[in-house]
């Protein structure tokens, strides 16, 4: 599942790896009962072991951006949510701690935000403490987004990628050197290795978004 972040996290468990088990359940209640608008659980892990049970997706990631997971929780013992450099057994870049010792039933709203500090990120829902009997927990909603647009080349958000747009490409040029901190921008125009840099390999992935000024762009590759 690598490819440009992603503005929605995919169905579970469609796009999803687990060590445990999971499954949709499509006949969970409608809303309120359930925050889902089509109604129905994103997923539910549960384990014959109880223990830790962990969910997780790892996507290619602009270094140096900002990315927010977040949605809906409930279910039994400790839940957490994180971000992490790497894959899912890397480094955690930050972690929400949803509830402990259970939630009553209650769904929880919960996010957790962190800034990339390479090219690869994990998302991960995780469960622990969890008994052998019955599911661990339950999620619903699951969002991720990023401080890029959702056509990255797209630097001022009008639709199009225009010479405006490559003028902040150039604000960004950095060949020997880190990302600059102004502009902010910076980071979604980092496409190719090496990261942490815009340079010359970062230009074929812009030009290859140009659409002209006023000419709309509804995806950038």
Same mark, same amino acid.
């Given at each position: 599942n690598c490819g440009p972040p992603p503005a929605v996290?995919?169905?579970?468990?469609?796009?999803?790896?687990t060590d445990t088990n999971m499954s949709r359940e499509g006949n969970a209640p409608l809303p309120p009962s359930c925050p889902s608008p089509a109604g129905g659980h994103y997923g539910t892990m549960s384990s014959g072991e109880g223990g830790t049970l962990r969910a997780w997706q790892t996507i290619q990631a602009q270094q140096g951006g900002s990315y927010t997971f977040s949605g809906y929780f409930a279910?039994?013992?400790?839940?957490?949510? %994180?971000?992490?450099n790497g894959d899912e057994n890397g480094t955690v870049l930050n972690s929400t701690?949803?509830?402990?010792? @259970?939630? !009553? =039933?209650?769904?929880?709203?919960?996010?957790?935000? %962190?800034?990339?500090t390479s090219s690869v990120m994990t998302v991960?829902?995780?469960?622990?403490?969890?008994?052998?009997? @019955?599911? !661990? =927990?339950?999620?619903?909603?699951?969002?991720l987004s990023s401080n890029c647009h959702t056509v990255w080349a797209d630097a001022d958000d009008d639709g199009d990628v225009d010479m405006i747009?490559?003028?902040?490409?150039?604000?960004?040029?950095?060949?020997?050197?880190?990302l600059p901190a102004e502009?902010?921008?910076?980071?979604?125009f980092d496409r190719a290795a090496p990261f942490g840099r815009i340079d010359d390999v970062d230009l074929t992935?812009?030009?290859?978004?140009?659409?002209?000024?006023?000419?709309?762009?509804?995806?950038?590759?």
């Open positions: 996290i995919g169905g579970v468990p469609t796009g999803w790896s279910g039994s013992a400790d839940c957490t949510i %994180a971000l992490l701690a949803v509830f402990t010792g @259970g939630d !009553g =039933g209650t769904w929880h709203q919960a996010s957790v935000t %962190a800034t990339a991960m829902w995780r469960i622990d403490n969890a008994t052998p009997e @019955g599911p !661990g =927990g339950h999620a619903d909603g699951l969002q747009d490559f003028a902040e490409w150039q604000r960004c040029y950095s060949p020997v050197v880190d502009p902010g921008y910076c980071a979604c992935p812009f030009l290859n978004c140009v659409s002209g000024s006023a000419i709309p762009v509804a995806s950038c590759p």
